[in-house]
């Protein structure tokens, strides 16, 4: 008896057999246009179960991120569908004419999707967005961590979708690893920098190209002018939205030496006005990750930090109370690992260019939040700080935006999506030559060789490095 076939190879195969061709506009739209009914209309349902999947998320953290911004997305491609996918005409070189040529995006055919837990929906369907817009067949992979959120995904997509337009499929660590061991046309990936290296790795082997979403460590830089509260309060922001557990949330912020003081004033005074009450945190996802965060903080304390108590909410369960760390050390956990939680290390500087050189020390990170009001030096600082994306006075936003590509570099992640990136980075763009029998290259290249032609070629070339000594 024939072995059964295992649902995520099933799910492929259907999906590949229709890949077959480009989608029409019209397609490409109809998809697009059910995606967007599906997330209006299921929009209570995803706040619910992922509050539940949580233990508490704040109503309005879910209908922000997971909802509107992927909402936002699926609109913007709608709107922009058709100018991207135009053919792009291109000029050939001289020799050719009087060719002509063009580039134009293809569907890539089946790409795959692995979502991570803190945004489910977002992060699963943003992507979707993009994949739809470029004419693909999809297999989506949710996280275990949510079940109930990737049950209701399941669910809602199998509903308004055919198996063979988008697949999700959900489970644990194996069905992702099945996932990245497909012969998949591409693979996007949002998580960790260490599980992202082994997706990487698995992907190689069928030569599938990757775009890699992960994290780091990144920093939140106030410059001495800027005013030490407008600063705190927009950190807090970043650094408490869904309870830490943001990829680009600021990981650790450098101030003036001396100032550290006043800053983990104003930082209170922002959570006291942020949150002053217990239901507008949320909860850490698991209990392991709280009981990291716990370790952490004792870790530093034992090495010499001062630990300050940002908002005490001692509220039991896995809601932590925010909390910030001084006299911080490289030598600390909370300086070695991204802390994806209500945790924030504060380094002090004696000099910007001190302060530029020791974030250039480590690792690229996915964000960078520099705080000055003056635009020029703005400008300079940002010229010397490499990172994914930046944000200039703010933290977070510069993710809503899907005029921008978001996206890593180094440990970060590699490749970007959003808006016209995210279409681009699901497509191939083909080369396309309509030769003309008229262009004069046909004589240069065609047999018999030699004589007249070789002595041409002579001459083409010592123009051409004439030319560039001039």
């Keep these: 008896m024939q072995a059964p076939v295992p649902p995520v190879q099933r799910a492929y195969d259907r999906l590949k057999q229709a890949a077959v061709g480009a989608p029409s506009f019209d397609a490409r739209d109809d998809r697009l246009e059910r995606l967007e009914r599906l997330m209006v209309e299921r929009r209570d349902d995803f706040v619910r179960t992922i509050s539940e999947d949580f233990g508490r998320r704040a109503r309005v953290e879910t209908l922000s991120t997971d909802v509107l911004l992927t909402v936002d997305a699926i609109r913007y491609a709608r709107r922009h569908l058709r100018e991207w996918m135009k053919r792009r005409p291109v000029r050939p070189h001289p020799f050719f004419l009087p060719s002509s040529a063009y580039v134009e995006h293809r569907p890539r055919g089946v790409v795959g999707i692995i979502a991570p837990w803190n945004y489910p929906v977002n992060l699963a369907f943003g992507p979707l967005a993009a994949a739809f817009a470029a004419g693909n067949r999809v297999l989506v992979k949710p996280s275990e961590l949510t079940p109930k959120t990737s049950a209701l995904m ?11 337009e988008v697949a999700v499929v959900t489970g644990g660590a194996d069905v992702a690893r099945a996932v990245t061991e497909l012969p998949l046309d591409a693979l996007l990936f949002t998580g960790s920098t260490a599980v992202g290296k082994l997706v990487a790795q698995a992907a190689a082997k069928n030569l599938t190209p990757v775009t890699l979403e992960l994290g780091g460590k990144s920093p939140a830089l106030v410059h001495s002018s800027f005013d030490l509260a407008t ?92 909390v910030a760390l001084l006299d911080v050390t490289d030598d600390m956990l909370a300086m070695q690992e991204e802390l994806f939680g209500p945790v924030l290390p504060i380094e002090t500087y004696d000099s910007l260019d001190g302060a530029i050189a020791r974030i250039n020390a480590r690792p690229h990170p996915l964000a960078f939040y520099y705080f000055d009001d003056d635009a020029l030096r703005a400008d300079e600082v940002l010229s010397k700080v490499t990172s994914g994306g930046a944000c200039v006075n703010d933290t977070l936003v510069h993710f809503a935006q899907e005029t921008l590509p978001f996206g890593g570099v180094g ?29 004069p290259a046909r004589r240069l290249l065609a047999p018999p060789l030699g004589g007249f032609i070789e002595k041409a070629l002579e001459v083409l070339v010592r123009g051409a490095s004439a030319l560039q000594r001039r």
Aim: charged share 25%; aromatic share 6%; hydrophobic share 40%.
């Design 154 to 164: 399941q669910d809602a997509i199998a509903e308004r979708f055919s198996a063979d």
């Design 411 to 439: 440990a970060s992640g590699l490749g970007a999506y959003h808006g016209r990136a995210g279409f681009e980075t699901f497509s191939h763009a083909r080369s396309v030559l309509m030769a003309s029998r008229l262009s």
């Design 231 to 322: 600063a705190a309060e927009r950190i807090v922001l970043g650094k408490l939205f869904n309870g830490g557990q943001t990829c680009i949330a600021p990981d650790y912020a450098l101030v003036p030496r001396g100032s550290e003081g006043r800053f983990v004033a104003e930082l209170k005074k922002a959570v006291a006005r942020g949150y002053p009450r217990l239901d507008g945190m949320s909860s850490l996802i698991t209990e392991r990750g709280h009981a990291r965060l716990l370790a952490i903080v004792e870790d530093a304390r034992a090495k010499g930090a001062r630990v300050e108590t940002l908002g005490d909410f001692s509220p039991g369960g896995r809601v932590m109370s925010p």
